[in-house]
């Protein structure tokens, strides 16, 4: 299965591990097998750490939230380390009651019996369809043939576990030197569609072998989340699993970092960069899409709304579908922004696709359209907005709208 990688910007701070992944940084494994909770494909795994290790987690703010988030939450709440995270696709466990929260609680069991940890040292996910029980024997039986390591294989094999109607992977890795020592940070996510998120997207792991305390990266993962994971949209639903989960087992043997040491804007840079390099592959994935789309908005009263107007935008479907048809209708663009609560000059709003600059002072301006149409006929188009009324910047990742979109979650459950 293909994989996307590293689809990210960087400063001189970062650099890039480009065969790297989630099992890169020190202390950490990972495992993925077929349980037949899926017809074919490997459907539960596990990444987990030589030691306990801090963490931090966001999750989504559906009103449903699923078995699986609420015991991970009991988790992290009581131990504030984790050890293990496992997690099954093809059954959300989400909407199940009383007998999906006994299954979560019980996959936390299996796993934390098969490593002889505590069961408070184990994170659990699931994602899939939602209603629907889990199958308990195979979940059991996938654990007992988890067979951990750091390999590539391994990664993958975990990666390919949590994916739904994904189309290829998603991983990413990056270090940086703190406190004069080499810190790596390895990341994978899984997400196509219902991806519209307000505290997190669909699944996220991230590991770390920085030395760190569980507050200080919460507040640090927290930071993040609002220019990253927050600022993607592939079709403006929410759903009920999504997390994303970051753990640091402190094996690079660092200091412990705080937020008053000089280097910790670089930590928040390596940590910005996972997840910024994690979410726009998601949106690239988006089920059915052709096309990667950025959105960079400048010029807005402040950062805050000027990430609403991108996001307004990027989500807009006609917008998305003018995209898919290299359509420049600059218009769907504007109506975008006219819809958003926030604080616009109608009169200076600047509109350019690519350096094709379609509006200048809300004044049309000629263009090429056959320029324009080769320009939206490639596989990243961006889109940039200034509206000439304060310093705020903010920028949005999506996708375009297809047909393909439609066949695909018409026939999902079957």
């Not at 002889?116 to 654990?143: F, N, P, R």
């Not at 020592?181 to 991230?206: D, E, Q, W």
């Not at 209708?329 to 504007?334: A, D, S, Y």
Request: charged share 20%; net charge negative.
């Amino acid at each position: 299965m293909q994989v996307i990688n590293n689809i990210h910007e960087h400063s001189s701070h970062i650099e890039v591990i480009k065969d790297g992944n989630i099992v890169t940084p020190i202390g950490f494994k990972a495992a993925g097998v077929h349980a037949g909770l899926r017809y074919n494909k490997k459907d539960i795994g596990a990444i987990i750490s030589e030691v306990p290790a801090n963490c931090a987690a966001v999750y989504t703010t559906s009103h449903f939230q699923a078995a699986p988030l609420k015991v991970t939450q009991e988790s992290i709440a009581k131990e504030k380390q984790i050890q293990a995270v496992v997690v099954n696709s093809a059954c959300a466990n989400a909407c199940t009651g009383e007998k999906g929260l006994k299954d979560a609680y019980q996959m936390r069991k299996m796993m934390a019996d098969y490593l002889h940890i505590k069961e408070e040292y184990v994170a659990v996910s699931s994602t899939g369809v939602i209603g629907e029980y889990l199958q308990m024997d195979k979940i059991e039986k996938g654990i007992k043939n988890f067979d951990f390591n750091a390999t590539l294989k391994n990664a993958e094999a975990f990666q390919e576990a949590i994916l739904t109607t994904d189309t290829v992977m998603k991983k990413c890795c990056f270090a940086a030197t703190i406190n004069g020592v080499t810190v790596t940070m390895g990341g994978t996510a899984k997400g196509s569609g219902m991806i519209h998120p307000n505290m997190a997207t669909m699944l996220g792991f991230i590991t770390t072998d920085i030395n760190i305390s569980s507050e200080v990266l919460q507040g640090a993962l927290s930071k993040v989340i609002p220019t990253t994971f927050n600022q993607i949209t592939v079709d403006g639903d929410t759903s009920t699993n999504d997390t994303v989960l970051i753990m640091a087992n402190g094996m690079a043997k660092n200091e412990s970092l705080t937020e008053d040491h000089p280097d910790y804007p670089i930590f928040l840079e390596l940590l910005a960069t996972s997840c910024e390099s994690l979410a726009k592959q998601i949106a690239k994935d988006g089920e059915g899409a052709t096309k990667l789309v950025e959105v960079k908005v400048s010029g807005s009263n402040n950062d805050d709304e000027a990430r609403v107007i991108a996001k307004q935008i990027v989500g807009s479907n006609l917008v998305k579908t003018a995209i898919y048809g290299s359509d420049a209708n600059w218009g769907r663009i504007i109506t975008a922004i006219g819809q958003t609560k926030t604080s616009v000059n109608p009169e200076r709003v600047d509109i350019a696709i690519g350096d094709i600059i379609m509006l200048k002072e809300s004044e049309p301006q000629s263009f090429s359209e056959q320029a324009a149409i080769n320009y939206l006929n490639q596989d990243f188009i961006q889109i940039f907005v200034d509206l000439h009324n304060g310093d705020g910047e903010g920028k949005a990742w999506g996708c375009d709208l297809s047909y393909d979109y439609v066949k695909i979650n018409a026939s999902y459950r079957t």
